[in-house]
């Protein structure tokens, strides 16, 4: 079963502080559409939910032990630099 949400780009530049509050919106309604359709299919609210939250607390370990990458223009003649995230 498909899960069909409407999503909406953000409104607002990375440096305002709404964005954030945007995007939580955002990801409330797809969380809550996921858990539905979960429960439509016959697991419980409460496990669909957990399930849910520690999906994207794995999601969150990944992108903390990801490198970052510092990206330059493709005509600098430079090299994308890996940093280790601080901590």
Known sequence: M????DLHSPIFDASNPQRTAQCRRETEAVARRIVLDM????WRESEAALALA???DDYCIYLAKRP????????????????????
């Open 39 to 42: 429960v439509a299919a016959g």
């Open 2 to 5: 498909p899960i069909m949400v």
């Open 54 to 56: 520690d999906a994207f």
């Open 68 to 87: 970052v990458t510092t990206l330059v223009a493709a005509n600098s003649n430079q090299f994308a630099v890996r940093q280790p995230r601080l901590r």
